[in-house]
Nanobody, 126 residues
Framework: VQLQASGGGLVQAGESLRLSCAASGRTFSRYGVGWFRQAPGKEREFVAAINRNGNFKDYSDSVKDRFAISRDNAKNMVYLQMNSLKLEDTAVYYC????????????????????WGQGTLVTVSS
């Protein structure tokens, strides 16, 4: 599946932003999806994951209670709603998908995902 992430931008601390990930193909509902981010000089890290039908979700501790992942399989879309943004949320955000997902599966490692979007930059300023 091909993925296209969008929605990044420059915001002030405390503000919100919604990222979108558009997927190609007619079998998107068979894919588990995750969001990752990579800050300058740091390794790529897990942010959030959602299972194939959207019933299961999980987040990294650093974004839990601030970020929300969702998906609309009819539109082949996955979203990441980011609230109460902090300076440390500044990073390039990537959506990723895995076709090896079981229905209830959530996947936390970058190596679990074969398909990646190009990334969208989120910059949080003070």
């Amino acid at each position: 599946v091909q993925l296209q992430a969008s929605g990044g931008g420059l915001v002030q601390a405390g503000e919100s932003l919604r990222l979108s990930c558009a997927a190609s193909g007619r079998t998107f509902s068979r894919y588990g999806v995750g969001w990752f981010r990579q800050a300058p000089g740091k390794e790529r890290e897990f942010v959030a994951a959602i299972n194939r039908n959207g019933n299961f979700k999980d987040y990294s501790d650093s974004v839990k209670d601030r970020f929300a992942i969702s998906r609309d399989n009819a539109k082949n879309m996955v979203y990441l709603q980011m609230n109460s943004l902090k300076l440390e949320d500044t990073a390039v955000y990537y959506c990723a998908a895995t076709a090896r997902a079981i229905l209830s599966g959530l996947y936390y490692r970058a190596t679990d995902y074969a398909d990646w979007g190009q990334g969208t930059l989120v910059t949080v300023s003070s």
